[in-house]
């Protein structure tokens, strides 16, 4: 009888989860459809972004994350590789640990204000997608680095060994053995910072800034989706219309991007040949 | 009386070491984890061509002596190892060895397969690769030559690309035989390599092992005093004593098993004691 009270109290949890879920999810579908289009995807502003498309600020968005991307996904391997291989220092280790788990959980705000004075004035680099793009590479590395840490420090020792054991270098062993079979700790840990990044608004807010022409170079200051959102909802009186139809499109990225991530990196480790 | 009991075993010993030249010589070795003393008072010679059994109750150290026979200690910077293990003019326990051409001469397998979790070929391809054999015809014809010698050919030819973790547990065991056999080793160390394996592949394994005699000097560590028994020319018991572990008795199989000179080593034998 509990046990039943119980499964049914957790399907009720679960199903209002997805409820809600499906309700944001269907709320962007139904407000945002009518004003995406193709003309919506490669058109730029009007009045303000109450009118006309996104093409300036889908660019600025892209530019940002790969930027993000490139830095963070090498430097986020290459701690995690240090971390979990290499640190001889017990108390290196967990002191390095805590200070990525603390910085895992500074809001991105935060992070914003770090970003604009290092990055744009201290660095001289402005208001510009490279400032924005190093912000958010910052601001996605301590949770992707514990990922692929946790993820490394899980494969069976007895590879690790293994491989010593035939008189191969460390670094190949790492290389070939242990990240391919991490593999799915660090797609888990891509797909959790691209998404993170992709919705970022705070820390683009003052490193990427606003303007919301069609960026020339990454170090041209840009909108990107999740500010353009933002500014069309707080500031833009009349911009509700296209505010949901960027929002559709920021989820269907996001969506678009996880997938071509995770074909990305199976389709690298396909070529080192591992089997699960 | 008295002096032919002080030279009897000398003797022997003797006798032994001109028949069989020594391959490793190891000299008062000790082995400490941090400041605690793990083993210690090992001397014996693994001699070329023989298989030597290494036996002994749980936690004498069996496994902490065999991986400073490979360097393989050397990974836990915890561990210290004191005194000589000469192997080919070079004493192990200096700090200038090359590890990478040891553990290639030296070869190890352990209790727990653990193939790569690649294809059975690949499992084979990349140790030759990194050990610099550029010629993929001549590192397959080496692959099969190697999968020959451990039976597994005959499995697995049709299937080299499929997953080395899809094969049974003797299969996967006979697979890292023939890793490490594909390295033209000299010497193999194994860990208990049948104790994780059911009592069929156990037995085509151990027969396998038998077949290495005279190509490698193998030092196998078992559980199974039978099997010692069955496959060794040399054994070795281990035990602890004081909290540490102590070499107290090597000599060849068939004298120890018949004719321990200590009493430690008798009561173990005959199951009494550990
Ligand atoms: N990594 C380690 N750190 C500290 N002490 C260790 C470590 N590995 C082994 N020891 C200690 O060294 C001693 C010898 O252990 P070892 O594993 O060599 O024994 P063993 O003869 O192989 O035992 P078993 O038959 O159970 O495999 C034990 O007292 C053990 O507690
Ligand atoms: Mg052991």
């Not at chain 2, 005093?225 to 102590?246: C, E, H, M, P, V």
Request: proline share 3%; aromatic share 8%.
């Amino acid at each position: 009888m509990i046990d039943r009270a119980f499964s049914l109290g957790i399907y009720a949890i679960i199903a209002l989860v997805i409820a809600t879920f499906g309700w944001i999810i269907g709320d962007v579908i139904i407000k945002g459809i009518s004003v995406v289009s193709w003309e919506f995807l490669i058109s730029e502003p009007e009045d303000a972004g109450r009118a006309g498309g996104i093409a300036p600020i889908l660019v600025s968005t892209l530019y940002v994350l790969i930027i993000a991307l490139v830095i963070a996904l090498p430097l986020g391997i290459s701690a995690a590789i240090w971390l979990a291989e290499f640190s001889q220092n017990q108390s290196h280790t967990l002191h390095v640990g805590i200070i990525l788990d603390v910085l895992a959980g500074v809001p991105s705000i935060v992070y914003g204000l770090f970003g604009n004075a290092f990055f744009c004035i201290y660095l001289g680099l402005g208001y510009s997608l490279l400032s924005g793009g190093l912000t958010l590479a910052c601001m996605i590395l301590p949770v992707f680095i514990r990922t692929c840490e946790s993820g490394i420090r899980s494969v069976q020792s007895d590879w690790r060994l293994g491989g010593l054991a035939l008189g191969m270098r460390r670094s190949v062993v790492i290389w070939k053995i242990l990240l391919p079979a991490a593999q799915p700790a660090i797609i888990a840990g891509l797909i959790l910072s691209i998404g993170r990044a992709t919705a970022e608004t705070a820390a683009l807010l003052f490193t990427s800034g606003y303007v919301d022409r069609m960026p020339e170079s990454i170090f041209d200051s840009a909108r990107v989706l999740a500010v353009h959102i933002y500014d069309l909802t707080m500031n833009v009186t009349g911009g509700d219309e296209t505010a949901y139809g960027s929002a559709l499109i920021l989820i269907v990225l996001i969506i678009l991007l996880n997938t071509l991530a995770q074909g990305f990196i199976d389709s690298w480790f396909k070529r080192s040949g591992h089997y699960r | 009386m008295i002096v032919a009991e002080t030279l009897a075993p000398r003797l022997s010993e003797d006798i032994i070491e001109s028949r069989a030249p020594a391959h490793i010589k190891v000299n008062e070795l000790a082995i400490y984890y941090g400041k605690k003393l793990a083993v210690n008072g090992i001397s014996l010679s693994l001699h070329r061509g023989k298989i030597t059994a290494l036996i002994g109750p749980s936690g004498c150290g069996k496994t902490s002596f065999l991986t400073t026979l490979n360097q393989l200690s050397k990974l836990n910077n915890q561990v210290t190892v004191t005194g000589e293990i000469h192997f080919d003019g070079e004493n192990l326990t200096q700090n200038n060895v090359d590890l990478l051409s040891l553990r290639r001469r030296v070869g190890m397998i352990f209790q727990k397969p653990n193939p790569f979790p690649l294809s059975i070929f690949k499992n084979l391809d990349i140790p030759l690769k990194e050990h610099g054999f550029k010629n993929r015809a001549e590192r397959i014809e080496k692959i099969e030559n190697a999968l020959k010698a451990v039976g597994l050919w005959d499995e697995v030819k049709d299937r080299l690309n499929t997953s080395a973790l899809s094969l049974s547990g003797g299969q996967q065991q006979r697979l890292c035989i023939a890793r490490a056999l594909v390295l033209e080793p000299e010497v193999l160390l194994m860990d208990e390599p049948c104790s994780a394996l059911d009592p069929i592949s156990s037995g085509i394994v151990e027969e396998l092992i038998s077949s290495l005699r005279d190509k490698y000097t193998v030092v196998i560590v078992t559980h199974n005093l039978a099997q010692a028994k069955r496959i060794s020319d040399y054994t070795a018991f281990f035990w602890t004593q004081n909290g540490a572990g102590k070499l107290i008795e090597f000599n060849n199989t068939r004298q120890l098993f018949s004719g321990p000179k200590d009493e430690r080593t008798a009561a173990y034998i005959s199951g009494i004691k550990g």
